[in-house]
């Protein structure tokens, strides 16, 4: 397991990044109804893996994060899909049901998998906090035949109680695991979240955000902006993926 703590270190300029096309698409959710998601691929050559994103709790496919990320990881070559649930596709604040975000998990990555099956050997669900979440625990569950899974900010207990562990299910995981986590993150104890980690058996790393909350901001002092932190998280998912899978 890696554990990195990431400081201030500029995005490093000569990059090879790819110009991209977003097209947006539609998928149904059996018989629950239809919500939206976009594709973001590059224009050039892809490689043969593709990442399917999830948003978390208080946001939607829509938020800074969640955008910045897809778009990145196609500028280097992966195709990648990013989708609402529908709770956010409808405008309601509060999240749906365990069910219902499992049945449209679901069906995010069977699209996906109909849309670009052909085309991709390798299969990785990423998701901000509940996304995240909720993703683990249909690998672990056997209900979501993926690669890999990416966590931007795991959401490991509520804030205020760092005994009650949303962690059960991610020991039954043998597949590679990212997460990415910082330092002020009120839902992720970094002591409770390094003893989980020292008991997975799945392989992990950790790459630790100094001074984020559990959306990746960080003080003014740092002299990061959030567009630096998006670019270094990108980077460290890039590299993760390339030496994990290609």
Not at 95 to 111: C, H, M, N, Y
Request: glycine share 10%.
């Amino acid at each position: 397991m890696m554990n990195v703590v990431m400081k201030k270190e500029r995005t490093e300029k000569g990059m090879n990044l790819l110009e991209v096309r977003e097209k947006r698409i539609t998928i149904g959710v059996g018989t629950r109804g239809i919500t939206s998601g976009v594709l973001v691929s590059p224009m050039e050559e892809h490689k043969r893996v593709a990442v399917i994103v999830a948003h978390g709790a208080g946001n939607d496919m829509n938020s800074p994060l969640i955008a910045s990320f897809c778009k990145g990881l196609a500028s280097s070559g992966f195709l990648v899909l990013r989708f609402n649930f529908l709770y956010a596709e409808r405008g309601r604040k509060a999240p749906d049901k365990q069910e219902i975000l499992v049945q449209t998990w679901g069906s995010a990555f069977r699209f996906a998998r109909d849309e670009l099956g052909s085309t991709v050997d390798t299969w990785i669900a990423a998701g901000k906090s509940m996304g995240g979440r909720v993703a683990s625990q249909m690998v672990a569950d056997n209900l979501l035949p993926v690669h890999g899974l990416i966590f931007l900010g795991y959401p490991l207990h509520p804030a205020g109680d760092h005994e009650k562990l949303r962690d059960t299910h991610l020991y039954r995981i043998t597949r590679s695991m990212l997460f990415f986590t910082g330092t002020r993150d009120p839902l992720c104890n970094m002591e409770k979240l390094n003893g989980v980690l020292s008991h997975l058996q799945a392989p992990r790393e950790l790459f630790v955000i100094d001074g984020g909350d559990h959306s990746f901001h960080v003080p003014k002092s740092t002299g990061l902006t959030e567009q630096e932190i998006y670019d270094q998280i990108i980077r460290v998912t890039n590299e993760w993926i390339s030496l994990t899978f290609t």
